[in-house]
């Protein structure tokens, strides 16, 4: 479902490096990410302010709320493995996981949107060697984790495999 990243343009490899500081991280989590749903919305699911800036794959994971029961919203960097979907729960390196992981983790059942499509998956996080290999993926494809990772100190961050619906096995 997700191809690899085009080539980037200039910008596309600036914006990653400020992203990584300290006032780039804040200025995407609070800021960035809540223009993403518009522009989403407007796009027809197709872009996202982040995806144009950096070049990455940008997904909308939709979750159900763990406390409120609502769908939620969240534009996330999909990391492609094979015919899954990998995320990181960095939250930008923040002491604290953010609030789509505590939502999968009540409710693994989610929706992901990508150039308009929109498939079902279900979540669960990985572990072990596993976790090491995706996590090497990640670093890979977004260098920034690996600095979210230095920035969370003893938070270690989550990551988690969507798989789809019709390719899991009972």
């Known amino acids: 479902m ?3 990243p085009p080539s980037s343009h200039l910008w596309q490899r600036l914006v990653p490096r400020f992203a990584r500081t300290s006032l780039g991280a804040a200025l995407f989590a609070h800021v960035a990410h809540r223009l993403d ?7 027809r699911g197709h872009a996202t302010l982040t995806s144009l800036l950096t070049g990455l794959p940008i997904v909308m994971l939709t979750t159900t709320g763990a406390k409120s029961g609502q769908l939620r919203h969240t534009p996330l960097v999909a990391i492609p493995d094979a015919d899954r979907i990998v995320l990181i ?6 002491a604290h996981h953010p609030a789509w992981y505590h939502n999968l983790r009540a409710h693994p059942q989610v929706t992901v949107t990508y150039r308009g499509q929109q498939r079902r998956y279900h979540a669960h996080e990985a572990v072990d060697a596993e976790r090491r290999r995706l996590w090497q993926q990640a670093v890979a494809l977004n260098q920034g984790y690996e600095f979210y990772r230095q920035r969370a100190h003893n938070r270690t961050i989550p990551v988690i495999v969507l798989e789809a619906h019709d390719s899991r096995h009972a």
Request: hydrophobic share 45%.
């Open 2 to 4: 997700l191809p690899p």
């Open 37 to 43: 749903v518009p522009i989403f919305r407007l796009s």
């Open 89 to 94: 729960a960095s939250n930008f390196g923040r």
